[in-house]
């Protein structure tokens, strides 16, 4: 077997750690006044924003929690498909800052337009594409 590439491995720790703090946001949120609520101190728009959306916003995450979690298995163990569900997630993650840059909701957004988009140039490569079964 081939070794892992430092961008993959770096790709699996992110997006299990996307998958941690995705599920952690959401139990939060189903408990607001728990020991958890003090995260939000890190960014209380998006708390307000969450909140807002009720149960909605738990099933978000939940699902946020569940894609990443995927993704990371599937990058882990090499597979097509964890590369696809890789490649749509920083996809939808750019799209959501451009987006978000544009409509002037979070100028914050900059930071991660050429992150996403650094990444996916990495992931879109035929080197790369072709290390996945």
Do not use: D
Not at 40 to 58: D, F, I, Q, T, Y
Not at 95 to 118: D, F, K
Request: glycine letters at 6%.
């Amino acid at each position: 077997m081939k070794t892992r590439t430092w961008g993959i491995t770096a790709l699996i720790i992110f997006f299990f750690a996307g998958a941690s703090i995705s599920l952690t946001a959401g139990i939060s949120l189903l408990f607001p006044h728990s020991f958890l609520a003090s995260i939000w101190r890190l960014n209380p728009r998006a708390h307000e924003k969450l909140s807002s959306l009720g149960v909605w916003a738990v099933i978000l995450l939940s699902t946020v929690s569940v894609f990443c979690a995927a993704t990371a298995i599937g990058l882990w163990r090499r597979l097509r498909w964890g590369y696809w569900i890789a490649v749509c997630m920083i996809g939808i993650n750019l799209i959501a800052n451009v987006t978000n840059l544009l409509l002037g909701t979070e100028p914050r957004a900059i930071v991660g337009v050429p992150i996403a988009a650094a990444i996916l140039v990495y992931l879109l490569r035929k080197k790369m594409r072709e290390s996945f079964v």
